[in-house]
């Protein structure tokens, strides 16, 4: 067997995706690997021979200290799909043949559903010929969307930031005594967890956003402007979350309601962006109303100094967990977090094949979503309220955030 590892990150980043990284390679060196190698820019690099000796990059615990604080996809990120390996086994043939260059005897991959579907290619591919080199998932997407995993790590620090984002948009909102509306566009595709966080922004200093919408829930134009008029007779300033994936019941997205003209990626996966403004525009012309969208974008998927602890601590933790599987001759299986107790909040790490996990996505369950699709319910925040504890700042250094990069 190889002695050495290797080790991936794919898919969007997360702030905590780092950590997961350093999971892996300081228990790949515990476990006994000689060598850890990095792939630049996830499997789509390693075709190109695209890699580094993590040693050389990270060479004392600072760097991996710092490596934990740092936000996005240290070693790069890819979005790409691996080919059937039945009908075009060229591309496992090259990728096997570069593994085997550099003596790799355990192969861990750091990314989310699209990202599983490469460990379960890669898995029943060397399956096929053989191959003693073990392919282990580690989960990660700010989405929320795995199968089988409690929650991803990622989730919890997009969580928090946008909770914490969302009551300062509130509190800037009521500055005037004037209508207005403010619209704060959120990611994830098509499942509506990150958006269900805004409302973790309500608590005893904070009414909350006035209305969320999820892409779990059809949206109807009409509804929702009368439902924002009515709100406004009796509550002149009104925030609202809205998902970028939010879709009319015909099946197109709120966004492509002035424009379908979309960019897509390998996975089919149209580019969202713009559902706020035209929402706000939308409400501009109908009511009459300042009307301004918010869009967090990306600033959700890297907001380190803002992390929740809790996050940064089970990325790492799950990092190590797919090395001792590996180490113990697991292989096509992925990290899962297990929850086992609510109050105190204890979770752990469990591990399901990999099947069960790739290609699928979770979805918001629809009993929590309540009050005619626009809020959520007790059992969200009783749900997501623990992912977002405890705070890990970031190292700074002449008053800025310190990061690692390659
Ligand atoms: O990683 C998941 C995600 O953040 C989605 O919520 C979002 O729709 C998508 O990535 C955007 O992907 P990209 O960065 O490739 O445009």
Redesign the pocket.
Known sequence: MGKNAIVGQS????AVINSSLAGVYESCLACGAEKVYGMRFGVEGLLKKKYVDLATVLPTDVEVELLKRTPSSFLGSC?YKLPDWQTEPQVYEQLFEILKELDIGWFFYIG?NDSMDTICKLAAYGASVNSDIRFMGVPK???NDLMGTDHTPGYGSAAKYISSVLKEVIRDSLVYDIKSITIVEI???NAGW?TAAAALAASDDCEGADLIYLPEVAFDVDAFVEKVRTLQETKPSIVIAVS??VKLADGRYVCELTSDDRAV?VFG?K??TGTGRVLADLLSSRLGTKARAIELS?LQ?CASHIASGTDIAEAYQAGGAAVHAAAEGHTGEVVALKRISDKPYQCVTDLLPIEQVANLEKKVPLEWIIEDGTQLSSAFIDYARPLIQTELPPMYVSGAPRHIHL
């Open positions: 898919g969007g980043p997360t979005r989310g997407t700010i989405d990611m994830g595709r990150l970028e994936g990626d996966h580019m969202l990306t998927r």
